[in-house]
């Protein structure tokens, strides 16, 4: 039998190696020239990797028997140069099947073999690194910003930043987006007072006017939080003893340069209406409205217990135990209706009904988990305490929601045929602007037709807060259809 080669000594001067490798990393790609492919990352016994691509008319043939993690022996496939930007692997050539091309199982190979390998931070910072190469990183998750909404490619997609910490305590930003900033905001939720450790394979290095960060690419990264890896229990031992507990920030977008389009979405291209206007409105649109949160509605709840899967809300189901002719209950489970799991992850979600004000009229506004956290800058579950049957009474209002009494932002919300046809007088907050510089511009710029007051003046949110002027539970004189 012919020798096993190194990935070291692949060229493409011949068809018939043999290579005994993991695969580390295995995803499917399509593109309009190539159709969809396989692409996939191998590492050798060496720790050397090199890229692999399973081409279109040979996907149906190897797909069963390629899976990520698993070892195989490789003869007989072609090697051909590898070019391009964010390549997976500094290797100047990859692997490309052909239809003789045989795939067999290898047992005699180091399973714990994980082809991870690092980048130092200040080789990130300092742009000595290759930009057109994805790299690894580790790092201990130091700060978070809360989830924002922006619109990418017409989309709009969950983005969050993160500041990475080693064992230098060097510093070093990662941008995640899409399911990846969704999977560590909710990790991050559900962390305990435990530390977390991030492991980014294949991540982009991104330089923005000399600001150096990582990025999850497109399809190609994988992001693990805690993960049991020798290396990332070496990296612990590393890491001073004295654990830094997490912060989490407001975005640098809306605490000190906001970015143009949102800049320009809440000051020009919609609409600014008074509360009075939002009210009598007759068609459904969307508008910005500066107004004061004058209280919390604890009658209903200020969070709901979600599937950590997929967010939506579960259903308590009551035990039924059968006893004669008689039903009896004894306790409850939950059970996630999208995902049909009777035994669902549980995480506590914020779901704020805010009751607002300005000088025309008062109103609710509906603050979902993400919007919340930008005003609560805590994750609902430290507010909640653990996910227990004794978690936390929905009515009692912890002292940072009473601590939002008072003060004045912008909120985005979405006017629906319900709150017109049917006079709800609850609307959905769709974005929220909380920078001081910019409510402060926007109350310059004057308020909207038939926003003064029937005393005179104009209602200034700055000035004139509300602070305590309601209570936060039962009614009030002013709205007691809001309250009661």
């Given at each position: 039998?012919?020798?096993?080669?190194?990935i070291s000594?692949?060229?493409?001067?011949?068809n018939?190696?043999?290579?005994?490798?993991?695969?580390?990393?295995?995803?499917?790609?399509?593109?309009?020239?190539?159709?969809?492919?396989?692409?996939?990352v191998?590492?050798?016994?060496?720790?050397?990797?090199i890229?692999?691509?399973?081409?279109?008319?040979?996907v149906g043939?190897?797909?069963?028997?390629l899976?990520e993690?698993e070892?195989?022996?490789?003869?007989?496939?072609t090697?051909?140069?590898s070019n391009?930007?964010y390549?997976t692997?500094?290797?100047?050539?990859k692997i490309?099947?052909?239809?003789?091309?045989?795939v067999?199982?290898c047992e005699?190979?180091?399973?714990?073999?994980t082809?991870?390998n690092?980048v130092?931070?200040r080789?990130v910072?300092?742009?000595?690194?290759?930009?057109?190469?994805?790299v690894?990183?580790?790092?201990?998750i130091?700060?978070?910003?809360?989830?924002?909404?922006v619109?990418?490619?017409?989309k709009?997609t969950?983005?969050i930043?993160?500041?990475?910490q080693n064992?230098?305590?060097?510093?070093?930003p990662?941008v995640?987006?899409?399911?990846?900033?969704?999977d560590?905001?909710?990790?991050?939720?559900?962390?305990?007072e435990?530390?977390?450790v991030c492991?980014?394979?294949f991540?982009?290095?991104?330089?923005?006017k000399?600001?150096?960060?990582?990025?999850?690419?497109?399809?190609?990264?994988?992001v693990?939080?805690?993960?049991?890896?020798?290396e990332?229990?070496?990296?612990?031992?590393?890491?001073?003893?004295?654990?830094?507990a997490?912060?989490?920030?407001?975005?640098?977008?809306s605490?000190?340069?906001?970015?143009?389009?949102?800049?320009?979405?809440?000051?020009?291209?919609?609409?600014?209406?008074?509360?009075?206007q939002?009210?009598?409105?007759?068609?459904?649109?969307?508008?910005?409205v500066?107004?004061?949160?004058a209280?919390?509605?604890?009658?209903?709840?200020?969070y709901?217990?979600?599937?950590?899967?997929c967010?939506?809300?579960?259903?308590?189901?009551p035990n039924?135990?059968?006893?004669?002719?008689e039903d009896i209950?004894?306790?409850?489970?939950?059970?996630c209706?999208?995902c049909?799991?009777?035994?669902?992850?549980?995480l506590?979600?914020?779901?704020?009904?805010?009751?607002?004000?300005d000088?025309?009229?008062?109103?609710?506004f509906?603050?979902?988990?993400?919007?919340a956290?930008?005003?609560?800058?805590?994750?609902?579950?430290?507010?909640t305490?653990?996910?227990?049957?004794e978690?936390?009474?929905?009515?009692?209002l912890?002292?940072?929601?009473?601590d939002?009494?008072g003060?004045?932002f912008?909120?985005?919300?979405?006017?629906?045929?319900?709150?017109?046809?049917?006079k709800?007088?609850?609307f959905?907050?769709?974005?929220?602007?909380?920078?001081?510089?910019?409510?402060?511009?926007?109350?310059?710029i004057?308020?909207p037709?038939?926003?003064?007051?029937?005393l005179g003046?104009t209602?200034?949110?700055?000035?004139?807060?509300?602070e305590g002027?309601?209570?936060?539970?039962g009614?009030h004189?002013?709205?007691?259809s809001?309250?009661?």
């Open positions: 039998m012919a020798a096993m080669n190194l000594e692949l060229k493409p001067f011949k018939m190696w043999k290579v005994q490798v993991k695969i580390v990393r295995l995803w499917k790609q399509y593109s309009a020239a190539g159709g969809e492919t396989i692409e996939m191998f590492v050798d016994a060496r720790g050397d990797k890229a692999g691509t399973v081409k279109k008319e040979l043939r190897f797909d069963p028997v899976q993690g070892t195989k022996v490789l003869i007989n496939f090697v051909t140069h391009g930007s390549r692997t500094n290797h100047p050539f490309v099947f052909l239809p003789t091309t045989r067999r199982i005699e190979f180091p399973h714990n073999l082809g991870l690092p130092n931070f080789d910072l300092s742009g000595v690194l290759d930009d057109s190469l994805l690894d990183v580790i790092g201990q130091v700060e978070v910003t809360q989830m924002e909404i619109p990418v490619n017409g709009d969950q983005k930043t993160v500041e990475l064992e230098n305590d060097d510093r070093l990662l995640l987006w899409g399911k990846f900033a969704d560590v905001s909710n990790a991050i939720q559900l962390r305990n435990e530390s977390i492991v980014l394979r991540g982009k290095i991104k330089v923005w000399e600001y150096r960060s990582i990025s999850n690419a497109y399809n190609v990264s994988t693990a939080l805690n993960p049991q890896m020798e990332v229990e070496a990296f612990r031992s590393f890491l001073p003893k004295d654990d830094l997490l912060a989490i920030v407001e975005s640098k977008s605490t000190v340069v906001p970015s143009v389009k949102e800049k320009e979405d809440f000051f020009f291209h919609t609409p600014r209406k008074t509360i009075s939002v009210l009598e409105a007759k068609q459904v649109g969307k508008c910005i500066m107004a004061s949160i209280a919390i509605d604890s009658d209903m709840g200020w709901y217990l979600s599937c950590k899967v967010a939506k809300k579960v259903l308590t189901v039924d135990i059968e006893d004669g002719e209950v004894d306790g409850h489970n939950y059970y209706l999208k049909k799991d009777n035994h669902p992850q549980l506590p979600r914020y779901k704020l009904h805010l009751v607002v004000l000088s025309t009229n008062n109103t609710k509906l603050l979902f988990d993400n919007l956290l930008q005003l609560l800058h805590k994750p609902c579950v430290e507010l305490g653990p996910i227990t049957d978690i936390q009474d929905p009515e009692v912890p002292p940072v929601l009473q939002l009494v003060k004045t912008l909120f985005k919300i979405g006017i629906e045929r319900e709150n017109y046809l049917y709800h007088p609850t959905k907050v769709l974005k929220i602007m909380t920078n001081i510089g910019l409510i402060n511009e926007f109350d310059a004057g308020s037709a038939e926003s003064q007051n029937t003046g209602f200034s949110a700055l000035s004139d807060a509300p002027s309601l209570m936060l539970h009614g004189p002013s709205m007691p809001l309250l009661s």
